[in-house]
């Protein structure tokens, strides 16, 4: 049974970086199929961010030239490097594995 925890939420002020982590616990195929969501209160989620295997990657508008996805194979972990953060940005962000979800981790961006 896959199991995902993420971490490295907090508060920041706007203008700051924070880097987010997910680890899968159990086994995996790779971590280029984990995926990192966000949601706000009253907000529909948001895909923000994956990548392939072959280094490709995919980010939403909103946090394009802002975020950066990187992974681990060797410790099955993923990671969301996030700068230039804004009050937007402010949400529970998620990994997602093949429909697994991880129990999320708060970022909250405020002066």
């Known amino acids: 049974q896959v199991q995902l925890v993420e971490s490295g939420g907090g508060l920041v002020q706007p203008g700051g970086s924070l880097r987010l982590s997910c680890v899968a616990s159990g086994r995996i195929f790779s971590v280029y199929h984990m995926i990192w969501y966000r949601q706000a209160p009253g907000r529909q989620a948001e895909r923000v961010a994956s990548m392939t295997a072959s280094g490709s990657t995919d980010y939403a508008d909103s946090v394009k030239g802002r975020f950066t996805i990187s992974g681990n194979n060797a410790k099955n972990t993923l990671y969301l490097q996030m700068n230039s953060l804004n009050p937007d940005d402010t949400a529970v962000y998620y990994c997602?594995?093949?429909?697994?979800w991880g129990q999320g981790t708060q970022v909250t961006v405020s002066a």
């Open positions: 997602n594995y093949l429909n697994i």
